[in-house]
């Protein structure tokens, strides 16, 4: 499985970007979960936005209200919708993909990650 992101840019503060993530090898709608991360320059990378294989979704408190995650299974694709974007949510985002793994033992999963897309929000 591969992960690539893209749309990230610069963005004037309370604009909007429209981030997505393509996967290939494998279905998104058989991932146990996708999320986005961020990482701001110097600080620890953090989880922005999750949702579950069943479409439940959860987000980080700094940007609920504002980010909608979302995937669309014909696209094989995860998006995050940012509306409102202010200049501390300037960071490189990250999508990730908690994958099953099947075998004849038992079954476990693996975590795969994308390279990440800048996104840069100026006051």
């Known amino acids: 499985v591969q992960l690539v992101e893209s749309g990230g840019g610069l963005v004037r503060s309370g604009g909007s970007l429209r981030l997505s993530c393509a996967a290939s090898g494998g279905n998104v709608f058989n991932f146990n979960r996708m999320q986005w991360h961020r990482q701001i320059s110097g600080k620890e990378r953090e989880l922005v936005a999750s949702?579950?294989?069943?479409?439940?979704?959860t987000y980080g408190n700094s940007v609920k209200g504002r980010f909608t995650i979302a995937r669309d299974n014909a696209e094989n694709t995860l998006y995050l919708l940012m509306n409102n974007l202010k200049p501390d949510d300037t960071a490189v985002y990250y999508c990730?993909?908690?994958?099953?793994?099947?075998?004849?033992?038992?079954?476990?999963?693996?975590?795969?990650w994308g390279q990440g897309t800048l996104v840069t929000v100026s006051s």
């Open positions: 949702i579950t294989k069943v479409g439940g979704t």
């Open positions: 990730s993909a908690i994958v099953p793994v099947v075998t004849i033992e038992r079954t476990t999963s693996v975590e795969v």
